[in-house]
């Protein structure tokens, strides 16, 4: 069966380290993911996107790659900050549509 | 200004009751959907309009009815609610259909509580 995904539990990190969320699939050959931001009580947010044939892409803080042999993308944020708290979606492109992860939520203490 | 506004942000109901959420956007987008996204956080596509036409229709309880009256707008409608509809839902958009790769952009969503 088709599945993506998120770690559930939360990740916790001190503030000025690096967070590492990982998006695993199984089952489905997309053309591009998407990372987006979600915070309590509002929608996602676009951050990234990244194609199949791009190993990595980056913006400003955020570092996102994409193994389509290992079926995995890993969504990175350098010198985090407690304003990064929040939950982290990724989204793959499948069939016309974009399906998404359950999220992981990160927690950074000051 | 708002990108993309949903109304109301919150809808309380008994079951067996229609209700209605409006959904607007001013990008100038040509491609809206509604989301579910239940109490374990999972956002699901429910349906899609490019350019007031239906392109996706998950399988979703026809008693679920999305109507576009124009390009900026995208409502749904819901028949008959029963409890498992309650949940918070989205609307965005994005100017491409999704195969485009592009950005999608969500409005607040509304939080519906059947009871």
């Known amino acids: 069966s088709q599945k993506i995904e998120q770690n559930s539990e939360a990740l916790n990190i001190q503030e000025g380290k690096t967070a590492t969320l990982t998006c695993n699939y199984t089952n489905y050959s997309p053309a591009y993911l998407q990372w987006y931001r979600q915070d309590p009580g509002r929608g996602p947010v676009f951050l990234l996107l990244?194609?199949?044939?791009?190993k990595e892409k980056r913006k400003e803080r955020l570092k996102v790659t994409f193994d389509t042999t290992l079926k995995q993308s890993l969504f990175h944020i350098t010198a985090s900050q407690p304003a990064d708290s929040a939950t982290y979606l990724c989204?793959?492109?499948?069939?016309?549509?974009?399906?998404f992860g359950t999220g992981t939520r990160l927690l950074v203490s000051p | 200004d708002t990108a993309v506004s949903q109304t109301p942000k919150y809808l309380v109901t008994q079951m067996g009751n229609d209700k209605s959420i409006k959904c607007e956007q001013n990008l100038g987008h040509d491609t809206m959907y509604w989301y579910k996204q239940d109490s374990k956080k999972f956002l699901k596509i429910m349906f899609s309009y490019n350019n007031k036409e239906l392109i996706i229709n998950e399988t979703v309880p026809n008693r679920f009815s999305p109507k576009s009256p124009d390009k900026a707008h995208l409502n749904l409608h819901i028949n008959s609610l029963e409890l498992g509809d309650s949940a918070v839902y989205f609307c965005a958009s994005s100017q491409d259909p999704p195969g485009g790769g592009g950005t999608q952009y969500f409005g607040p969503g509304t939080r519906l509580t059947v009871l």
């Open positions: 990244i194609r199949e044939n791009e």
């Open positions: 989204a793959l492109f499948s069939f016309q549509k974009l399906v």
